[in-house]
């Protein structure tokens, strides 16, 4: 038995409840998911399960399952709290929800058996409202307008659409460089070139001097 947020429930449940009763939806601001085996187990709760140990072995595994979870308003939440069954049962029926009032008239028990008997009929109730995700019918397109087939691309000052293709390496005279990220291709490009000329690379980045920030404040001093 796999527990559930119970704030997820809640969506779920009132899904549940919109698809079957056509009813006017409800805010989700203004339900509340009441735990039928209180979150807070009393004494007489103990007793009722089976004892101490029992009440908590069934409480650690199913106490968040969807069975034991049902919409109710905000003031039937506190209303209920952790009564024992018998009361909660009076209150349960006059409920607004039908996937909550009519717990009242199909379990007059709540223990072990209830819960599992619940979790089953929930779910199949779910696979009825929830709509499952479309079967696509378009075929998957890169981000390009373009089909690209593996060649070689010289770099120039000439813009070249580049969109959706994959970058493998650089080709440096004989030189191959692994480079499969376009944003380490200016670092590796910089790099090569500092190693054919280093003079001359300083001297073209002085004449092209371009700062992390824009304003003029400190100015000699920032990073280039």
């Not at 085996?37 to 409480?59: R, V």
């Not at 595994?61 to 039937?76: A, D, K, M, W």
């Not at 996937?99 to 696979?127: H, V």
């Amino acid at each position: 038995m796999i527990n559930i947020n119970p704030s997820y429930a809640g969506v779920l449940l009132l899904k549940i409840e919109e698809y079957e009763t056509k009813n006017i939806p409800v805010e989700i601001s203004e339900v509340t998911v009441e735990h039928l085996m209180p979150q807070s187990i009393s004494d007489w709760w103990k007793t009722y399960l089976g004892g101490e140990e029992m009440a908590n072995n069934i409480y650690n595994e199913y106490l968040n399952c969807i069975g034991n979870l049902t919409p109710v308003s905000q003031s039937y939440n506190s209303t209920m709290s952790n009564k024992p069954w018998p009361d909660k049962l009076s209150i349960l029926k006059n409920v607004q929800f039908t996937i909550t009032s009519e717990i009242a008239n199909k379990s007059l028990d709540w223990n072990k058996a209830n819960i599992l008997e619940r979790n089953e009929l929930m779910a199949n109730r779910a696979l009825k409202a929830i709509t499952s995700p479309l079967i696509r019918t378009r075929p998957f397109r890169t981000k390009s307008a373009e089909d690209y087939s593996p060649e070689i691309y010289t770099l120039s000052d000439i813009s070249i659409p580049m969109n959706g293709s994959t970058l493998v390496s650089i080709r440096y005279g004989d030189n191959i460089i692994k480079c499969s990220k376009w944003k380490d291709l200016l670092v590796l490009i910089c790099s090569e070139l500092i190693k054919r000329d280093e003079h001359y690379f300083k001297i073209i980045v002085d004449d092209n001097i371009i700062h992390k920030a824009t304003s003029k404040q400190n100015y000699p001093q920032k990073i280039r």
